[in-house]
């Protein structure tokens, strides 16, 4: 076999957003955009000579052949061995499990998360470092740079692996391991949760329901629930993953699981419901007649995780992204332990991790996660709500009314208007950066604000900074506005406009949220002047 330069020239929208690189399906389908993205990502990783790389995707359409290219050019550029996951298969906490278990260099993970799959879905190539962990902005910044001036690449013309079957195998010098995707995370899974109780749990008749969603968790979810835990048997639905994810859209939230929530609200609710997203790193916690926000889920999971084996020394510290409702700032103030606001997306808990100032840490889009890898995990969330179920044998519903109860309440929604046009977006978060110096202390629609800014992060590990991370207003009654661009949308804009507010009277923790919120919401409407400058008298998605 040879390995081959092939010349190319430079795409200009290789720009890596929140979470590595998104495109619909065909921008990826264009001659050499996969490779070129490849070669930067393997240039910027100056000790690959010899070193292992892992890869594995979410099993969406274009996996597997991204899975083949990667592979013949990691051979090509001189790894010593890559790890990838049967069928091209691994989600992204397991990903980052085997890049730590292993010794890896980093790893290619392959996936779009939440977003929609499919031909003429969307598609991602992101890396990971050593800590099994999204690339650090440094990082990314640099994979773009490369992009734009990338003049060749270097791949095998080694004939596609047969990824069906286990094994060790090799191409031009290089090791090709093809692993099973699951066994080591459910071995981490397993050091870190008590499988005993969680066994009795099952056995003693406690019903749930996961839905993967058609995405890549089923097999995790049936290998550990079902066919470990002793779940019983079609308590994991939606459990292959398909390429389409058998036309779901796979974002565990109210609206894109709904069949679940109606489940869970309805008259023949199990015990627990719980799904995650396209690539495995979000869950969505749902007890009979009662969604959790992944934001209270944080706050009740820190409030509780010393009761699993994996957390029994208690927490060093706990982060959330700053649109998260600040429920688990309670509960650190409350044990008396650091609390950190970071900006929205995963790379930036890194650093806290691995200097080991927090042990969990969330994101308010469904994600929750700790020290345990360097992504947020789904399944790992579930496990711990289920091993806090085991171990105070309260059902899912009175652990977070008594949370409230203790704590108060943060009512939270968030909405989205997606697809709008860019030029808008951009003029909307330019308002209201126009706006910020002048706003405290002027009275709207009944509340006053308090501070106004843009979210600036000063990384408190390695002092870098990142700038212009958010609108947040906070308001004297209790009341905060966070608003943002997404930064995985592929189609126009997405506004991100995030609505809390804080109740601590014990006769008003229970109200609907939507009632709850309806001021705060008028006011983040009127304050952005989202209605004339985008055309939308209503956000696309509401949750
Ligand atoms: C969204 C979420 C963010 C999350 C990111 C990746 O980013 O808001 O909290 O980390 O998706 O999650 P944005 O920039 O669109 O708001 V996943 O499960 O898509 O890897
Ligand atoms: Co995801």
Redesign the pocket.
Known sequence: MALRHVSTSPFADQKP???GLRKKVPVFRQPNYVENFVQAILDCIPERDGATLVIGGDGRFFNREVVQIAIKMAAANGLGRVLVGRDGLLS?PAASCVIRKHGAIGGIVL?A??NPGGPDGDFGIKFNGANGGPAPESVTSAIFEQTKTITAYRISDAPDLDLGVTGTSEIDGMSVEIIDPVADYAELMHSLFDFEALTKLFASGFRMRFDALSAITGPYAKAILEDTLGAEAGTVVNGEPKPDFGGHHPDPNPVHAHELFDLMHGPDAPDFGAAS?G?G??NMIVAPGLFVTPSDSLAILAAHAHRAPGYATGLAGVAR?MPTSRAADRVAAKLGIEAFETP???KFFGNLLDAGRITLCG???A?TGSNHVRE?DGLWAVLLWLNILAATGKPAQDLVRAHWAEFGRDYYTRHDYEEIDSDAAKRLMDGLRAKIASLPGQTIGGLTVKTADDFRYVDPVDGSVTEAQGVRITFAEDARIVY?L????TAGA?L?VYIERYESDPTRLEQPVAEMLAPVVAVARELADIAAITGRAEPSVVT
């Open positions: 957003g929140t979470s992204t996936s998360s939440h997203d690539d790193d979000r992204s929205t997306g995963w994101e308010e889009s994600g947020k943002r997404s930064g995985t949308g997405t991100r």
